[in-house]
């Protein structure tokens, strides 16, 4: 194990809960919270395929996951803050996103769970009050660092969509209200699946100022084995998947706005089959399936715009966050000895200028 002797940040966990909030479980908790086999059935009748092959287990949606939880996963590490990045609240039309910063406040963040440094919250950039709504997310928390909006979409219809545009990021609309973002002293937290890594470029060349992280390390779907309909159904399709990748990332990297978060790896869109076993990732299968994305994401961007995150509790479906940091902080220190502590702490407080 790579001890890692100083506090690390987490810049991206998510937080939330069904049973008192809007969320896209809540009617289902209520009626079937008490009976985890009958909810079970019941999210996987009435959500959609994709869906549940994206969230791999259907307690990803219907339990609560907020400080304490988080506190339980992350084992002998010592997390001196964290950045909660938007959950899709259910709410979320208008005005209605604001409810989920107001939530976030109330949570018990403190010093026997963890501490929250900062606050991602989700907004549409083509509503016609997104300035407003800015405004409002400011004023229900001081912590308020930046904003999401997912541009996750794939061309394969067993691929999970998180927006009904294909190219959402380079929509006049989007763009028009995406000035805002700067002009509030806010970031950009983008996410897209890697086929669409080139509207983030775009998107970044358009808007220099302002400072954009891409999420996940773009989300190579089906990169370890099949997913959708025919995505990554064999080797060949998935060295494909890499070596586009490769060549967007190296790209990406050269913009200075631009950093990347080595988090969201075990998802199951990226085709790992762990959770159908009912096993977790050790260590040591970790470092051998991501080592390569995250040696030519330094390689492309540098160790000081590459953040390590979690993405807790999405990836806890495939293994553990002690296994992660394990196996990440030994990739790092193989790569650069000294680049732990910019990946792991420094990098994510001068980004969210926590």
């Known amino acids: 194990m790579q001890h890692i002797n100083f ?25 079937l919270g008490n009976h985890p086999f009958l909810l079970d059935k019941m999210v996987r009748l009435v959500k ?11 307690t990803h949606i219907t339990q609560p996951y907020l400080p304490q939880d988080y506190k339980n996963d992350i084992g002998q590490y010592h ?62 928390s001081k912590r308020l660092r930046g904003i999401r909006r997912m541009a996750s979409f794939h061309e394969d219809q067993g691929v999970h969509n998180w927006t009904d545009d294909p190219s959402l990021y380079t929509n006049k609309k989007f763009l028009k209200g995406f000035e805002q973002i700067a002009q509030h002293n806010l970031s950009f937290d983008a996410w897209v699946y890697s086929t669409q890594i080139p509207d983030v470029i775009e998107l970044a060349k358009r808007f220099p100022e302002t400072s954009i992280v891409l999420d996940h390390l773009g989300t190579p779907v089906g990169l370890f084995g099949k997913v959708g309909q025919n995505t990554g159904l064999t080797e060949t399709a998935r060295e494909n998947i890499f070596y586009q990748w490769q060549d967007y990332m190296a790209e990406l990297g050269t913009l200075p706005n631009v950093y990347t978060k080595m988090s969201g790896l075990f998802m199951p869109v990226l085709g790992h089959q762990f ?20 040696t030519h994401t330094f390689d492309s961007f540098g160790t ?7 993405n807790f509790p999405m990836d806890r479906v495939n293994t553990s966050l002690v296994n992660i940091i394990d196996a990440f902080s030994d990739i790092v220190q193989q790569y650069d000895e000294n680049a732990l502590e910019k990946v792991f702490h420094h990098n994510a407080k001068q980004f969210y200028r926590l």
Not at 48 to 58: A, S, Y
Not at 275 to 294: F, H, N, R, T
């Open 275 to 294: 959770y159908k076993k009912k096993q977790l990732a050790s260590k040591q299968q970790i470092i051998d399936l991501v080592a390569p994305l995250i």
């Open 7 to 31: 506090p690390i940040i987490d810049p991206h966990i998510h937080q939330w809960d069904p049973y008192h909030t809007p969320h896209a479980a809540a009617l289902a908790v209520k009626l």
């Open 48 to 58: 959609p395929k994709d869906l549940i092959d994206t969230v791999g287990l259907t």
């Open 79 to 140: 997390v001196e803050q964290v950045v909660h990045v938007e959950a899709s609240w259910a709410n979320h039309k208008g005005k209605g996103v604001v409810g989920e910063t107001e939530f976030l406040e109330s949570l018990p963040f403190n010093d026997d769970t963890v501490q929250l440094g900062g606050i991602v919250a989700t907004a549409d950039p083509c509503d016609s009050n997104f300035k407003k709504i800015l405004k409002l997310h400011q004023k229900a």
């Open 304 to 310: 000081y715009r590459v953040m390590f995150a979690s």
